[in-house]
């Protein structure tokens, strides 16, 4: 094992040196990467697909998180370099899913070296922190590994960088102007004017749908979508969210169907809509974003959420609350808090 620390296999960039130095074809999936190894690495990975063999290098995060500019700018060349060589090299990430392993191959002539663990391939990783990276020696968890990886970097996970509209943190606007106008025009009310006592009610159980790959709360780190102007792929919008009402919620006899107001407990009215098969979907009109903004807004608001990061069970825990309640006063109009 290799754990940085000198005692219990010493740094796992010693390691990285010696099978770069000694391999036909390198295949590194890391959930992040940083600037100085990259640099450190790219003659490597060139030299290899120089000679014929494959350079694989996925970066299993920065599809959702973004990149500095110049490890954008270094990844990009490097990418450029290796697919000229034209033997399944480049620069990857992961489109639908994120990807927080790290997983090593270096391929000689008749064996493959692979190596699992928590190092990414960062200075960090590989030498600061305290890590735990082992050797695989089963044959079968190989073979296994190998299957795994060359299905990682196939086109149902990963998509080549070049592909991929790659946000550079600071440098884009999270709301675009249309849908802040959208937001900032929401009227307002006194939440105090609206009596809950006795009104029927709706709950929506988010811990339901909290964690799952893919949910309605966390749908910006599905499958991203095509950018018109330029082809590539981009995460869906950060605010974007639509909760899907299974049959035993949309069923109920105070679910509202069809277009109504949402007066929040924080004094806005967003126009909502249900829609779909037996108005299973829950949104807000004109923007899906504005619901979203309103309720990651508050999870935002009170620490538990940060930008790029799902929610979870334990996000709901944290806030306080897992249940979004409708409360219905008028026909059309629900008192909605969270």
């Given at each position: ?31 992040y990467a940083s600037l100085d190894v990259i640099n450190a690495f ?94 695989i020696l089963d044959d079968n968890q190989k073979v296994n590994l ?193």
């Amino acid at each position: 094992m290799h754990t940085n620390i000198q005692k219990y296999g010493g740094d796992f960039r010693n390691v990285l040196d010696k099978e770069f130095k000694t391999s036909n074809n390198i295949t590194v999936a890391s959930g992040y990467a940083s600037l100085d190894v990259i640099n450190a690495f790219e003659k490597p990975f060139i030299e290899i697909a120089k000679k014929g063999g494959t350079s694989r290098l996925l970066l299993g995060m920065a599809f959702y998180e973004g990149l500095g500019q110049k490890k954008l700018i270094a990844v990009t060349k490097l990418n450029d370099t290796l697919k000229a060589y034209d033997n399944n090299s480049g620069v990857f990430v992961t489109n639908g899913r994120r990807y927080h392993g790290k997983v090593y191959q270096f391929d000689k002539d008749t064996t493959s070296n692979i190596y699992v663990g928590s190092s990414n391939f960062s200075a960090s990783g590989t030498k600061g922190n305290i890590e735990c990276t082992v050797p695989i020696l089963d044959d079968n968890q190989k073979v296994n590994l190998i299957a795994f990886l060359n299905d990682l970097y196939s086109p149902s996970y990963s998509i080549s960088i070049d592909q991929a509209d790659i946000t550079v943190p600071g440098k884009k606007k999270i709301v675009l102007d249309k849908v802040e106008g959208l937001w900032t025009n929401l009227k307002n009310y006194d939440s105090s004017s609206i009596s809950l006592e006795k009104l029927p009610k709706f709950v929506f159980p988010l811990d339901r749908v909290a964690e799952k790959e893919k949910s309605n709360l966390n749908v910006y780190f599905g499958k991203g979508r095509e950018n018109k102007k330029n082809g590539k792929i981009k995460p869906r919008p950060w605010y974007e969210i639509e909760l899907i009402a299974s049959n035993d919620l949309n069923s109920q006899t105070f679910y509202p169907k069809g277009d109504f107001l949402a007066y929040t407990d924080d004094g806005l009215i967003i126009p909502m809509r249900t829609q779909g098969d037996y108005f299973k979907n829950i949104r807000s009109k004109n923007s899906l974003q504005i619901f979203g903004i309103w309720l990651k807004g508050k999870l935002e608001k009170s620490g538990v959420l940060k930008k790029y990061e799902p929610v979870t069970l334990e996000t709901l825990e944290e806030y306080g609350s897992d249940k979004l309640t409708f409360y219905k006063f008028e026909e059309g109009k629900y008192y909605m808090t969270f």
